[in-house]
């Protein structure tokens, strides 16, 4: 019996690629053909009766009577093209009603706006760029449109779409290539190749050329290092190569996927560092992924899937799903945070100087309107997209089980009868997962073989058939009651991050696991229906595994919500050390991971790890222990008269040696904006020390920026409660590009400082501080 990916035709019955395109192996169902049941049932249940399915009464983004998306007149952007687009899907995988009349009146109201040009939605866009029009915003509304005519059949859609997409195919070539739009072209070939697959029109394949064209050049690098933008953008080349054949477009999205990864995503989860761009420096588990970068990269990874068949991409879906999504927002979804990290041990409404790139806190469970903007309109996606990607129809007229989850699928298969089939299964969180046939005609089943996976095995009726390949083939005239069983061994094992301090993290089947720690939630603000929470940790975090620890699988009676520390039906203990030195920073961030195996003589204790999505507050990526490591350093606490919101309290003592005073490419210091006045950084060496020197190496972006060396400087030293000046000093030099070192009569302190007199009209920084 063969065992193969299905071979990539223009045949099967859900709209198959029009030649030139090149055909794929699969096809997307219509929304609605999939019946979610078991947890994402709950999930999306969730999802309806929280954020997304009721932003619309909170956020100022989503009023009917103000919105540009209805009345030209008024202003608006990609607020509601984020939140309509998951919010309709929701309605069409749960067929809440209220949902879906809301999504039709919005659908009504958007089409209404159309102009005979083809442009649509808020005037003002026409003209944003640079006198010409904002086509991003456009996208995601694009997407919505498609959704709602595959489930209604609404006949306005198809002339609505073609329209508008003439009116694109109009514009100059410089418009092509703007703001947010020219990082997420991909988006749009989507809908044209949607389009095209249903009219023939061929004037769209030269619009798909326009854009590859016009769009950032993902071909030949990383045009951008913004998180979303890389999540939705990669993608692009291979999009292209549909229409061009050309291999080096499609090796261009492998190469980006794995530059990033590589670069920034090296610890468990699936996502990789941008907590808003991905910088260098930045690349520790406290980094994070933003929500929107979570659903945009589970998305791609959905597309990719369908174009390749590679279930490298499927895997990577279910990682980022299992992983990180549900843990982006509290458990009863009312409430979701901007980043998700793999090691956090505190969600609180602060501002982190040392950690993230954005001016505003990020890390609290917030319904964030405005703080939050962009993830809770657009962060509904996930779960309903990730529904309707559970089964694909293949080109030899089957069907396939991608993505697993207690489901029931309808759809049509071999000459067009229309079958069911029932999934029922606890994956991930059991091996078993059984499919019972409603069919009684002949079709080819296909079932995904996770990468993970070993001795699978697959019975038909308890007869145990070949199971070869990453798409299982099961090819057979069906019966009514038909079953199938799928087993997919789960079991614990270890990856070694070696280019992360080779940290480890804990892995069975799908799932990587955290630390459980004991979460204290607090609300901060918000309402009953709303409340702002903060999550704060009650127990110890900073364990280090054992290199030989062995893991104890524990099963737990399964609570209502599987993604909740109560909840979970499966969780493992193990045995680790705690490691002393490692602490959280002066605002309470995880510190950054330092060389494995790390130094504990500190008592083997049992641990308990749960799933990461369960998990809020989590250690995901551990260090290696032994009584023999590696002496973790107590890093030093760091304070500062100011701080740019963009900077680093932690970049003057992360032991990085700047290239020159202007170099940008490590984390720095600095007072900006704060100009000619007198300010100070200040250093909590953790004990009393002999100290006779001191150190610094300014930040100086001459020529690009306002930050220049001080006019003067001094160092100062903690005397009881008072700060004296060190005395008898060599002088204070305010050189670029080097260290500038003064020695001056010791002293015995622990804190001290350096205070610093800018420079009218200037600000200031440092890169590295040293006292010695």
Same mark, same amino acid.
């Given at each position: 019996?063969?065992?193969?990916?299905?071979?990539?035709?223009?045949?099967?019955h859900?709209?198959?690629?029009?030649?030139?395109l090149?055909p794929?192996?699969?096809?997307k169902?219509?929304p609605?053909a999939?019946?979610?049941?078991g947890?994402?049932?709950q999930q999306?249940?969730?999802?309806?009766?929280?954020?997304?399915?009721?932003?619309d009464?909170?956020?100022?983004?989503?009023?009917?009577?103000?919105?540009?998306?209805?009345?030209?007149?008024q202003?608006?952007?990609?607020?509601?093209?984020?939140?309509?687009?998951?919010?309709?899907?929701?309605?069409?995988v749960?067929?809440?009603?209220?949902?879906?009349?809301?999504?039709?009146r919005?659908?009504?109201?958007?089409?209404?706006?159309?102009?005979?040009?083809?442009w649509?939605?808020?005037?003002?866009?026409?003209?944003s760029?640079?006198?010409?029009?904002d086509?991003?915003?456009?996208?995601?509304?694009?997407?919505?449109?498609?959704?709602?005519?595959?489930?209604?059949?609404?006949?306005?859609v198809?002339?609505?779409?073609?329209?508008?997409?003439?009116?694109?195919?109009t514009?100059?070539?410089?418009?092509?290539?703007?703001?947010?739009?020219?990082?997420?072209?991909?988006?749009?070939?989507?809908?044209?190749y949607w389009?095209?697959n249903?009219?023939?029109d061929e004037?769209?394949?030269?619009l798909?050329?326009?854009?590859?064209?016009g769009?950032a050049?993902?071909?030949?690098?990383?045009?951008t290092?913004?998180?979303? !933008?890389?999540a939705? @953008?990669?993608?692009?080349?291979l =999009?292209?190569?549909? #229409?061009?054949?050309d291999?080096?477009?499609? /090796? $261009?999205?492998?190469?980006n996927?794995?530059?990033?990864?590589?670069q920034?995503?090296?610890?468990?989860?699936?996502?990789?560092?941008?907590?808003?761009?991905?910088?260098p420096?930045?690349?520790?588990?406290?980094?994070?992924?933003e929500?929107?970068?979570i659903?945009?990269?589970?998305?791609?990874?959905?597309?990719?899937?369908?174009?390749?068949?590679?279930?490298?991409?499927?895997d990577r879906?279910?990682?980022?799903?299992?992983?990180?999504?549900?843990?982006?927002y509290?458990?009863?979804?009312?409430v979701?945070?901007?980043?998700?990290c793999?090691?956090?041990?505190?969600?609180?409404?602060?501002?982190?100087?040392?950690q993230?790139e954005?001016?505003?806190?990020?890390?609290?469970y917030?319904?964030?309107?405005?703080?939050?903007?962009?993830?809770?309109? !657009?962060?509904?996606? @996930?779960?309903?997209?990730?529904? =309707?990607e559970l089964? #694909?129809?293949?080109?030899?007229?089957?069907? /396939? $089980?991608?993505l697993?989850?207690?489901?029931?699928?309808?759809?049509?298969?071999?000459?067009?009868?229309?079958?069911?089939?029932t999934?029922?299964?606890?994956y991930?969180?059991?091996?078993?997962?059984?499919?019972t046939?409603?069919?009684?005609?002949?079709?080819?089943?296909y079932?995904?073989?996770?990468?993970?996976?070993?001795?699978?095995?697959?019975?038909?009726?308890g007869?145990?058939?070949?199971?070869d390949?990453d798409?299982?083939?099961?090819d057979?005239?069906?019966h009514?009651?038909?079953?199938v069983?799928?087993?997919?061994?789960?079991?614990?094992?270890?990856?070694v991050?070696n280019d992360?301090?080779?940290?480890?993290?804990?892995?069975?089947g799908?799932?990587t696991?955290?630390?459980?720690?004991?979460?204290?939630?607090?609300?901060?603000?918000?309402?009953?229906?709303?409340?702002?929470?903060?999550?704060?940790?009650?127990?110890?975090?900073?364990?280090?595994?054992l290199?030989? /620890?062995?893991?104890?699988?524990?099963?737990?009676d399964?609570?209502?919500n599987?993604?909740?520390t109560?909840?979970?039906?499966?969780?493992?203990?193990?045995q680790?050390?705690?490691?002393p030195?490692?602490e959280?920073?002066?605002?309470?961030?995880?510190?950054?991971?330092?060389?494995?195996?790390?130094?504990?003589?500190?008592?083997?204790?049992?641990?308990?790890?749960?799933?990461m999505?369960?998990?809020?507050?989590?250690?995901?990526?551990?260090?290696?222990?032994?009584p023999d490591?590696?002496e973790?350093?107590?890093?030093t606490?760091?304070?500062a008269?100011?701080?740019?919101?963009?900077?680093?309290?932690?970049?003057?003592?992360?032991g990085?040696?700047?290239?020159?005073?202007a170099?940008?490419?490590i984390?720095?210091?600095?007072?900006?904006d704060?100009?000619g006045?007198?300010?100070?950084?200040?250093?909590?060496?953790?004990?009393?020390r002999?100290l006779?020197?001191v150190?610094?190496?300014w930040?100086?972006?001459?020529?690009s920026?306002?930050?220049r060396?001080?006019?003067?400087?001094r160092?100062l030293?903690?005397d009881?409660?008072?700060?004296?000046?060190?005395?008898?000093?060599?002088?204070?030099?305010?050189?670029t590009?080097?260290?500038?070192?003064t020695?001056?009569?010791?002293?015995?302190?622990?804190?001290?400082?350096?205070?610093?007199?800018?420079?009218?009209a200037?600000s200031?920084?440092?890169?590295?501080?040293?006292?010695?």
């Open positions: 019996m063969p065992n193969s990916l299905p071979e990539a035709t223009r045949g099967g859900y709209v198959p690629q029009r030649a030139p090149r794929v192996p699969f096809q169902l219509p609605g999939i019946e979610p049941r947890w994402l049932a999306l249940d969730l999802q309806v009766k929280g954020l997304c399915g009721r932003y009464e909170i956020s100022d983004f989503l009023g009917y009577d103000t919105n540009g998306w209805v009345d030209p007149a202003s608006a952007w990609e607020e509601l093209p984020y939140w309509l687009r998951g919010f309709g899907d929701l309605g069409y749960t067929g809440d009603t209220g949902v879906l009349n809301r999504t039709e919005w659908m009504n109201g958007i089409i209404r706006t159309q102009t005979p040009d083809g649509f939605g808020p005037g003002r866009l026409r003209t760029l640079e006198n010409g029009p086509f991003w915003p456009g996208m995601p509304l694009l997407a919505a449109f498609r959704s709602w005519y595959e489930y209604s059949g609404d006949e306005r198809i002339p609505f779409m073609t329209t508008y997409l003439q009116f694109q195919n514009q100059p070539a410089e418009v092509f290539n703007r703001s947010w739009g020219a990082f997420r072209w991909g988006d749009n070939i989507d809908s044209a389009l095209y249903r009219t023939g004037w769209l394949l030269d798909v050329t326009k854009m590859h064209t769009s050049d993902y071909v030949d690098g990383i045009p290092w913004h998180n979303v !933008n890389l939705q @953008g990669f993608r692009e080349p =999009q292209y190569w549909l #229409l061009s054949g291999e080096k477009h499609r /090796a $261009a999205t492998y190469r996927y794995a530059t990033v990864m590589a920034y995503g090296q610890f468990p989860g699936g996502g990789f560092a941008g907590d808003e761009n991905s910088r420096g930045f690349d520790d588990p406290r980094q994070g992924f929500t929107c970068g659903v945009e990269l589970m998305h791609s990874c959905e597309l990719l899937t369908r174009f390749t068949g590679d279930i490298a991409w499927t879906c279910e990682e980022l799903a299992f992983n990180l999504l549900p843990a982006s509290d458990a009863q979804q009312q979701m945070h901007y980043i998700t793999a090691n956090s041990v505190q969600l609180d409404d602060r501002v982190k100087h040392g993230f954005n001016p505003f806190a990020m890390l609290a917030k319904y964030g309107v405005h703080q939050y903007r962009c993830c809770p309109h !657009n962060y509904g996606m @996930g779960w309903p997209y990730y529904a =309707q089964w #694909l129809a293949t080109t030899d007229n089957g069907l /396939a $089980a991608s697993y989850a207690a489901s029931k699928v309808t759809a049509q298969v071999g000459a067009g009868e229309t079958v069911s089939i999934q029922d299964t606890e991930p969180f059991s091996d078993t997962i059984i499919f046939v409603d069919a009684s005609t002949r079709f080819p089943l079932l995904r073989r996770p990468g993970w996976a070993q001795d699978v095995t697959v019975k038909v009726n007869q145990t058939v070949e199971a390949g798409w299982m083939k099961v057979r005239t069906w009514p009651g038909d079953r069983e799928l087993v997919l061994p789960m079991r614990t094992s270890t990856r991050w992360n301090n080779d940290s480890i993290s804990v892995d069975r799908p799932l696991y955290s630390l459980q720690i004991d979460e204290r939630y607090e609300r901060i603000g918000g309402t009953e229906d709303w409340p702002e929470l903060a999550v704060y940790p009650e127990s110890p975090w900073n364990y280090g595994l290199p030989d /620890a062995e893991f104890d699988v524990v099963r737990r399964a609570g209502d599987p993604f909740t109560d909840g979970v039906p499966v969780a493992l203990t193990t680790a050390r705690r490691i030195e490692w959280t920073d002066t605002e309470d961030v995880v510190r950054q991971l330092q060389p494995s195996p790390a130094r504990s003589v500190e008592p083997v204790e049992t641990v308990t790890l749960i799933p999505g369960a998990a809020r507050l989590r250690i995901a990526s551990f260090p290696q222990v032994s490591g590696t973790w350093i107590r890093r606490r760091i304070t008269s100011h701080v740019n919101t963009g900077d680093s309290l932690e970049a003057v003592d992360d990085r040696i700047p290239a020159s005073s170099d940008t490419s984390p720095r210091f600095t007072w900006w704060r100009r006045t007198t300010e100070w950084i200040e250093y909590d060496l953790r004990a009393v002999a006779s020197e150190s610094v190496y930040f100086d972006d001459t020529g920026g306002e930050c060396v001080p006019e003067s400087w160092a030293w903690l009881g409660e008072t700060w004296r000046p060190v005395e008898n000093t060599t002088p204070y030099d305010v050189a590009d080097e260290l500038n070192t020695t001056f009569t010791p002293v015995r302190a622990q804190y001290v400082r350096v205070e610093a007199v800018l420079r009218p200037f200031g920084g440092v890169l590295n501080l040293l006292f010695r």
